[in-house]
């Protein structure tokens, strides 16, 4: 059984449908990514699902309850989980007061209801933080500035970050862009561990193909926020309406 599912999702902003009937599935474990052209409506189907934006229409459905149109931080308690570019860090916090806030906000529920607990749940904190930040690789920088990381390294302490909440599933809305070829290296790989030891469900709007295609499970391409294509890289690679619309016609 998926895990995600959107069924006939619609985004509309005023008389323009940024997500036109949207309906797809993310199995447990998988990597789907999402592509298309600028304006497709990729971040705009992220926000629908993890509670940024309220859909116009449809539903959105996670481990088999409706989560359509829910606030952000109930997503989170649900179990998604957006990594943000590096607007979410505090930049004169330590790199592991940064990860230790994000599992602090993620328990905050049950801080309040459970007042004897706290010890405990500060405790679960700082193993979580560390966790994560050994999955980042950052555990070394831990005591370090935020705002001294260099820029590769923000990145992944975003995902730390988002890490933090132990998600079951992670949305990254292009993860390497503005990253020099070395970093995003450096992130592939990274997302490549959080496959193998995290087993996460991820769902990543990429532009750079070649990351796509050494990561990505299913690959939904999205066009005028329609789906044109829902299928694997191989298959994706030889769709000439993708090509079409996606690369003017350039091959892959
Ligand atoms: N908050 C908003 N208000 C109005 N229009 C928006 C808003 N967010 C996105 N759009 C429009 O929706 C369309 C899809 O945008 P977006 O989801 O950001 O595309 P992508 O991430 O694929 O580049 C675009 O035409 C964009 O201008
Ligand atoms: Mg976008």
């Known amino acids: 059984m998926s895990l995600l599912s959107t069924t006939s999702l619609v985004k509309q902003f005023g008389g323009l449908t940024a997500v036109d009937e949207v309906s797809f599935e993310v ?4 990597t789907r990514a999402v592509i298309g052209p600028n ?6 189907l992220i926000n629908c699902i993890t509670g940024m934006l309220e859909p116009t229409r449809g539903t959105v459905e996670f481990d088999g309850e409706d989560i359509t149109g829910v606030e952000p931080h109930d997503a989170v308690q649900r179990g998604l989980s957006k990594s943000f570019q590096t607007a979410s860090i505090f930049p004169e916090m330590s790199v592991e007061e940064n990860v230790e806030i994000a599992a602090l906000a993620a328990e905050h529920g049950s801080f309040q209801l459970n007042f004897l607990r706290k010890r405990e749940s ?3 904190v700082h193993r979580i933080s560390e966790r994560m ?3 980042v690789e ?5 005591d370090h500035e ?9 990145r992944r302490l975003e995902i730390a970050i988002a890490l933090a909440s132990e998600p079951e599933m992670l949305f990254m809305d292009e993860p390497t862009a503005g990253m020099s070829p070395g970093e995003t290296h450096a ?4 997302i490549e561990e959080l496959q193998d030891d995290l087993e996460l469900t991820i769902l990543i709007v990429e532009h750079d193909m070649e990351v796509i295609f050494r990561i990505a499970d299913r690959i939904l391409v999205l066009n005028r926020g329609r789906v044109i294509a829902d299928a694997t890289p191989e298959e994706v690679q030889g769709d000439p309406e993708v090509q079409e619309a996606y690369l003017g016609g350039v091959e892959l």
Do not use: I, N
């Open 138 to 142: 950052l555990l070394d920088q831990r």
């Open 133 to 135: 930040l050994d999955a």
């Open 39 to 44: 304006g497709a409506g990729k971040s705009t």
């Open 146 to 154: 935020a705002a001294s990381l260099p820029y590769g390294d923000k």
């Open 122 to 124: 500060f405790d679960e």
């Open 187 to 190: 992130t592939v790989e990274l």
């Open 27 to 30: 199995d447990r474990g998988e």
